[in-house]
């Protein structure tokens, strides 16, 4: 959901050819499969479309390829640390930490709650994301 919500508020914004969005687990459960049915059609309410995302799982790669790491919860910070090269440490945190409004610093996992808890997640990582793409223009506009 998270890379759905923020690929649109990249595009939105324009940024779109200088910022590249992608998600990954920690774990390999979800790999290759579409988001949760219950994910989707939160996202949908919102104008997010997630159908044609697939699940992958993180590598150490990311930490070279991306200039921000973040995890969703401190489970996935601890097991992207231990992914980390030496020199990464500081693209990784947590996606939370962005939040305008939000005093959470992990999103729950809402996979085994009811349809709603995909909606206060939804709430959460869009608060998030607004705060991301401030810090991304910045860097942005920092480099012109």
């Known amino acids: 959901m998270a890379e759905g919500v923020f690929r649109k508020l990249v595009a939105e914004a324009g940024c779109a050819n200088h910022v590249e969005v992608d998600s990954a687990g920690t774990h ?20 997010v479309d ?3 995302l697939r699940g992958r799982q993180a590598t150490a790669e990311d930490f070279l390829r991306f200039d921000y ?11 992207l640390r231990t992914l ?4 990464q440490e ?24 009811g349809a709603g808890g995909f909606d ?7 608060d998030a994301a607004e705060g991301l793409l401030t810090d991304v223009r ?7």
């Open 28 to 47: 390999a459960y979800h790999t290759q499969e579409p988001p949760d049915p219950r994910a989707q059609a939160a996202a949908a309410r919102r104008g």
């Open 120 to 126: 206060r997640v939804l709430d959460l990582i869009e």
């Open 138 to 144: 910045a860097r942005i506009a920092s480099t012109k």
């Open 69 to 79: 790491v973040l995890a969703m919860d401190h489970e996935n910070h601890a097991n």
């Open 50 to 52: 997630i159908r044609h």
């Open 90 to 113: 500081h693209k990784l945190r947590l996606f939370l930490e962005y939040a305008v409004t939000a005093s959470e610093r992990a999103v729950p996992d809402p996979y085994f709650g």
């Open 84 to 87: 980390c090269p030496a020199g």
